[in-house]
Nanobody, 130 residues
Framework: EVQLIESGGGLVQPGESLRLSCAAS????????MTWVRQAPGKELEWVST????????YYTDSVKGRFTTSRDNAKNTLYLQMNSLKTDDPAMYSC???????????????????????WGLGTRITVSS
């Protein structure tokens, strides 16, 4: 059984930082490109970032470039999202998802995130409030 379990969410003030983790089991983690997707209340799923299976290449949506960093530890089967300088438009449920990079682009980004594509975790919630 594939399991992706996110953790690290919480309530922070604007400008603060959080690090999310996604622990994977039931898959050969090192073989998968991985993606973070978020969904704010009342809004659609939004692609945030993708990392290739080796951890050597990362991609980010414009709104988080320079603030968020995606990394992975294949020995620990864990994906990370370091979020710095959090803003009031960052609050959402953040989920990790298995993905496939094709022609230099995340499939989830290209097609639009969908829970019909890839294995999804249940997510961890970020709230930013002063």
């Amino acid at each position: 059984e594939v399991q992706l379990i996110e953790s690290g969410g919480g309530l922070v003030q604007p400008g603060e930082s959080l690090r999310l983790s996604c622990a994977a089991s039931g898959i050969t983690f090192k073989m998968y490109d991985m993606t973070w997707v978020r969904q704010a209340p009342g809004k659609e799923l939004e692609w945030v970032s993708t990392i290739d299976n080796t951890g050597s290449t990362t991609y980010y949506t414009d709104s988080v470039k320079g603030r968020f960093t995606t990394s992975r530890d294949n020995a620990k089967n864990t994906l990370y999202l370091q979020m710095n300088s959090l803003k009031t438009d960052d609050p959402a449920m953040y989920s990790c998802v298995t993905d496939l990079i094709s022609n230099g682009e995340s499939t989830l980004k290209a097609t639009g995130p969908s829970k019909d594509i890839g294995h999804w975790g249940l997510g961890t919630r970020i709230t930013v409030s002063s």
